[in-house]
């Protein structure tokens, strides 16, 4: 278990994590759940650095831009965005399950990524993107979270989340206590 002063940076999924239902929803229409100021806040009082990573394959199709996400995210505080912005079809490096953006992060952020932890909903993406580079992962119960611990365990069932949580909020709260933070 990483201890909270040696955590480098906690990276969060967007859809279904930060809000909305985890389905695509433009930027500008995306709203962040009630609880997120106050799970992002503790992470800046923590001095701890947050990273968004997203797939969000409709900018593929032009249906969005990947500078309004970045516009999305830096609104929230966030230090930095890492986007997946191909279509499920296309070879990328970076599309969720493959660890490619994590890896990005950590070559730009000089970030040892088993000393960070990954926050999503979805098991078969998040999870196992975490999973490949020895992060620490924490599993929501918003968005698809709950299906992806049932009709979809299949998908990722060789891998088991450190935690559980709630939510967005509770997940930081745990990683905090746990690791002695408040
Ligand atoms: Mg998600
Ligand atoms: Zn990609």
């Known amino acids: 278990m990483i201890n909270v002063k040696d955590i480098q940076a906690v990276f969060i999924d967007r859809d ?6 985890g389905h695509f929803i433009h930027p500008k229409d995306f709203k962040p759940y009630d609880f997120c100021k106050d799970a992002f806040q503790l992470l800046q009082d923590h ?10 394959h409709r900018i593929s199709r032009k249906e969005a831009s990947i500078q309004e996400f970045l516009e999305e995210f830096s609104s929230y505080g ?42 999503g909903d979805v098991g078969s993406t998040d999870m196992l993107a975490a999973h490949a580079v020895g992060a620490m992962k924490i599993l929501v119960l918003t968005g698809w979270g709950k299906s992806s611990l049932q009709q ?12 559980i949580a709630e939510n967005l909020l509770e997940a930081i709260r745990w990683l905090l206590k746990k690791q002695g933070g408040i």
């Open 16 to 21: 279904g994590t930060i809000g909305g239902t």
């Open 47 to 56: 001095g701890i650095k947050t990273f968004a990573f997203t797939n969000q």
């Open 78 to 119: 966030f230090d930095d965005a890492f986007i997946c912005p191909h279509s499920e079809n296309d070879v990328c490096g970076c599309h969720k399950p493959r660890p490619g953006m994590l890896l990005e992060a950590a070559r730009i952020h000089n970030l040892d990524l088993k000393k960070c932890v990954v926050i």
């Open 152 to 163: 979809c365990r299949d998908a990722w069932k060789n891998v088991e989340p450190d935690y």
